[in-house]
């Protein structure tokens, strides 16, 4: 893996989880969906893996435990896809538009690259495919308004789904209020949906006044994680972010724009009366038309190309809604016998295109990951217990284990006594250098330089990217608690791109050192 943030997180707060602590704190995304396919996927695991207990076992092999999620995660998905390709021909008869749709995750590469990780984003697919699945089942059923409770809960129980998995889900819960038809059912559909939000994200209620600080406050700022001033939106950089995200795929841009004309263009000729048609097509495309634009708006605030990368599945989408328009539409017409076949011919080349990027795409991990490698194998010989090591790691990871490890503790709040014990077996002399104590970090204690250094011994300093000053602050720190002796400062290996470095600090007696002198 090339980053920690947030598969580690998660990692551990899914563990909790599997072995029954559902007192979880972590409420960031929220995540709740990510971490019980943590903790469902962790037991299937379990079996496999031989010798030891659950946290041993996460402990000693923890990326096999996140490839394990990964590999649930994605069979979601692919098992929502295949509802959805049975469930659209059931209702439309239609083979073409049912191969089609269970083309949605192609339609750009950057959707097969997050696959690759157990990200808010990456799980967010199978519930948006969910919603489909719903729009085409509710669009072809004649007798839904007979039908129209079942259809408000289940439109409501994926909408929860899907903002467990991360709050930016919330354009997706667009498409229903479109197209139920009155207000009543669209107040049960909203009423309905918070109640669903509130059970799969229950730690969100749990730990309410944090999550009220941390989502209140990523609203009013103009930054990402609620830094930036308090002014809502960054006005120089919004407007510049919406851009970036409306050519980030640009057919998907166009074929956004083809569907407003033909909305626009349906409605005048229904309007001249030269034709008819069912208002409940229109409704769908004015709905993703609004979910296409909410998204822009919301990821522009705080800009991230990946956080947009769920809703490129509106490509595959507006086409088959558009399409499904014009086959109602002119049903008597002969033409409409050929259209489906080439909507399908059409996706399998928007998907060709894709190949040469997702060529490019997995090129440029494979050379970052021989980078790591290398970076690894440059500090192999200090990656071990025999050495007193301070670290200071950037969130992204380190080539010390101890980094992801600190990081995800952290966050389990009270529930870091399930891995304090054996981590402090596996690491008893790694220390954490934090700017936000005066003291050195070691598993849930707080250790001043006294506590753990033996002047007559060296010790190793290790800073991130970006955290030089964390070395100038450990220095003085430990200058405060030995101030007779003498810093002497070494590098023992020096990484570039991104640049970290690994010291080593031997003190010295000041009468020693003048006597040498």
């Known amino acids: 893996m090339q980053r920690v943030d947030p598969e580690y997180f998660h990692l551990f707060n899914g563990i909790n989880i599997a072995i029954g602590n559902l007192a979880v704190e972590y409420i960031a995304h929220p995540g709740t969906t990510i971490q019980f396919i943590y903790a469902i996927s962790a037991h299937i695991a379990n079996i496999i893996i031989p010798g030891g207990n659950l946290v041993s076992k996460v402990l000693d092999n923890p990326e096999v435990f996140i490839h394990a999620a990964n590999i649930l995660m994605n069979l979601l998905t692919g098992i929502s896809l295949y509802f959805l390709a049975t469930s659209s021909f059931r209702y439309t008869k239609n083979f073409y538009l049912a191969i089609f749709l269970q083309l949605l995750p192609f339609a750009d590469y950057h959707m097969i690259l997050i696959a690759a990780r157990i990200i808010p984003e990456s799980v967010m697919i199978a519930p948006a495919i969910l919603l489909v699945i719903m729009l085409v089942k509710y669009v072809n059923d004649e007798e839904r308004g007979f039908k129209i409770t079942h259809y408000i809960l289940g439109f409501a129980i994926v909408g929860g789904l899907g903002m467990a998995g991360k709050l930016s889900y919330l354009p997706f819960l667009i498409p229903p209020v479109f197209i139920l038809k009155d207000w009543k059912s669209r107040f049960k559909y909203v009423l309905y949906t918070i109640i669903a939000t509130i059970v799969f994200a229950f730690p969100l209620i749990v730990n309410i006044e944090k999550s009220w600080q941390w989502f209140s406050s990523m609203l009013i700022h103009s930054g990402k994680w609620g830094s930036g001033g308090n002014t809502v939106i960054n006005v120089s950089e919004f407007p510049k972010n919406i851009l970036k995200l409306l050519n980030y795929d640009i057919s998907l841009s166009y074929i956004m724009l083809l569907g407003f004309v033909q909305l626009v263009l349906f409605h005048l000729l229904k309007y001249f009366r030269i034709i008819s048609y069912k208002s409940i097509f229109s409704s769908v495309i004015a709905s993703l038309l609004v979910v296409y634009i909410l998204a822009i708006l919301l990821v522009a605030k705080h800009f991230s190309y990946h956080y947009f990368t769920p809703f490129l599945i509106l490509k595959f989408i507006m086409i088959y809604f558009m399409i499904g328009f014009i086959i109602h539409t002119f049903k008597g017409y002969k033409v409409t016998k050929y259209i489906s076949a080439a909507t399908l011919i059409l996706g399998f080349i928007l998907v060709y295109l894709q190949i040469s990027p997702l060529q490019n795409g997995v090129k440029d991990r494979i050379e970052k990951s021989n980078i790591n490698n290398e970076r690894y194998k440059q500090m192999e010989a200090y990656l071990n217990n025999e050495n007193t090591i301070i670290l200071s790691s950037h969130f992204s990871g380190s080539p010390f284990i101890q980094s992801a490890f600190v990081d995800a503790f952290l966050i389990n709040g009270f529930l870091k006594s399930t891995f304090r014990e054996e981590l402090i077996e596996r690491f008893p002399k790694t220390y954490f250098s934090f700017n936000w104590t005066d003291d050195f970090y070691y598993w849930d204690d707080f250790l ?58 031997s003190l010295l007696k000041e009468d020693i050192v003048s006597l040498k002198e």
């Open 448 to 505: 001043t330089p006294k506590d753990f250094i033996d002047p007559d011994k060296s010790l190793l300093i290790f800073i991130g990217k970006g955290l030089e000053g964390d070395l100038d602050r450990s220095l003085k720190r430990i200058k405060k608690y030995f101030p007779d002796y003498k810093q002497k400062l070494e590098i023992l290996v020096e990484l570039k791109s991104p640049e970290e470095k690994l010291y080593k600090l």
